[in-house]
């Protein structure tokens, strides 16, 4: 009995001195002289969300998930815009605190023209002897980031919890910060279509709306050998195997401009009832698909613009009613969300079976 009566002092003794710590720890966060890294959130790997918003509404919500980042929790997330926020979140650094005499102009600045910026990552509730306690995700961070110092080298910001406006820059980078930390969804969207290999490419079938007589199916038969099918799914035996090769080797890096946030119901409707011109299904070799259904863009300023550039008369061929250098497209399905491209990036993409057939 008096053993366990002793077992539950000391328990209860290391449970004080942990709560203790973890509350000197968090006072010595939020008080006191500034430190060079106040804003920065060294462990990055732990870190699951970060939220980025302007003073008007508009916000990004980044997620990091088992496959990668995610913008909004659904769209794939650009990695290398990713990898700079996280890279900038590791290394901003305090230059310097406002003087006192300019702190009221740079703080009514700052309540107009600031991103706000939260940092979740996973966390313990507090330590006992290095081992973590309730870890979960957790707010660790939250400042904002306002406009570009005079010189363009560094930017003014605030951290929650610490009153003063403050000047902080990355050491060693000649620049400002404001661009890494983008609130428009949009523009941290992962721009890939196909992004395959040759070498893993298993087969590609290309379905032609407008002419069907020139669709067209291509197998692998080897590592950079492929069968030419038409329509019918018949052999064809003799084909430009150069332009073939060049149109596949292109799969490896395909984008799209960009995602058409603006479209009424209406909009996307109509484009998807009547635009379809051509759908391509890629399969790689782990027989994973992709899909790319291409609309046609039609509006009252292309077809102006076709009859001043286009030139020719109703019989020419290049007398057409649609944009010649953007089309629409659907990836996967999802219709929720139109892409734009251009026929710039797809030329080859976008020929017909007659393309690669040797000419006579």
Partial sequence: ?????????????????????VLLKLHARNSGAPKAEMFAVKDTANITRVFIADMNGESAL???????????????????KVHDLLSTISNVRLQQTVAKSAQSNINKMMSVNAVKVEIYRKAPKFTIFKKP????????????????????????????????????????????????????????????????????????????????????????????????FDAEHQQIMHYDTIKLLDMLAEYRDLNYERMMTDFTQQEKDSILQNCIFKTIVLKDVNGEETRLDM??????????????????????????????DKFYAVLNGDTQHILQCQYFHFDRQVQPLSYFLLQR
């Fill in 295 to 324: 609309y046609r863009k039609y509006t009252p300023e292309d077809i102006y613009l076709d009859a001043i550039v286009g030139g020719g008369g109703a019989d020419s061929e290049y007398n057409t009613p649609y944009n010649r």
């Fill in 62 to 80: 980044l997620v990091r998930k088992e496959d990668g980042w995610y913008v909004q929790d659904s769209i794939k997330a650009q990695d290398i």
């Fill in 133 to 228: 306690f309730f870890v979960k995700e957790r707010l660790d961070k939250t400042y904002y980031m306002g406009p570009a110092t005079m010189d363009n080298m560094a930017n003014f910001a605030i951290l929650e919890g610490y009153d003063e406006p403050c000047i902080v820059h990355i050491p060693g980078f000649r620049g400002f910060l404001t661009p890494t930390y983008s609130f428009r969804p949009v523009e941290w969207y992962n721009c890939d279509v196909f992004s395959t290999k040759i070498t893993r490419i298993q087969s590609l079938t290309v379905k032609d709306f407008e002419k069907p007589e020139e669709s067209f199916t291509i197998e692998k038969a080897g590592a950079r050998f492929f069968n030419l």
């Fill in 1 to 21: 009995m008096k053993k366990t009566r002793i077992f539950v002092i000391v328990a209860a003794i290391l449970v004080v001195v942990a709560i203790c710590l």
